[in-house]
């Protein structure tokens, strides 16, 4: 079992969801999150003066899949994030050692 990690674009959020479900991931958690990689912030004009936002905002989709659904998930996020622009995010992948379903107990890929 892998965890799926990705940093996205707040506005491609609806895109991944559709495709993560389209590829049969069950569920996903998202926080809304902030900060920067190459993309080094942007300045913006308030009130006639000018600041650095150095944090961006992003969105941080999880969602848990089985070895066999690996691939799948992570060809649904890439095709649906990427803009072509710097910024795009980046997806990280971990494994999983143990899952379990509080509610009912069950184990590992059982629980997803």
Same mark, same amino acid.
């Given at each position: 079992? &892998? ?7 707040? #506005?491609?959020? @609806? ?14 958690? +998202?926080?809304?999150?902030?900060? #920067? ?15 650095? +936002?150095? #944090?961006?905002?992003?969105? &941080? ?5 089985? @070895? ?8 649904? +996020? ?6 072509? &622009?710097?910024? @795009?995010?980046?997806? #990280? ?11 009912t107990g069950?184990?590992?890929? @059982?629980?997803?």
């Open positions: 079992m &892998k965890l799926i990690t990705a940093i996205i674009r707040p #506005f491609k959020l @609806d895109d991944v969801r559709g495709a993560l479900t389209e590829a049969g991931v069950s569920g996903i958690t +998202v926080t809304e999150v902030k900060g #920067f990689g190459r993309q080094k912030g942007h300045t913006e004009l308030y009130r006639g003066a000018e600041y650095v +936002v150095d #944090f961006l905002p992003k969105l &941080k989709v999880e969602c848990a899949v089985t @070895d066999a659904m690996l691939e799948a998930a992570l060809e649904a +996020v890439q095709s649906n994030a990427g803009t072509g &622009k710097v910024g @795009d995010g980046k997806i #990280f992948v971990t494994a999983i050692e143990q899952v379990i379903r509080i509610r069950e184990l590992d890929a @059982d629980a997803l």
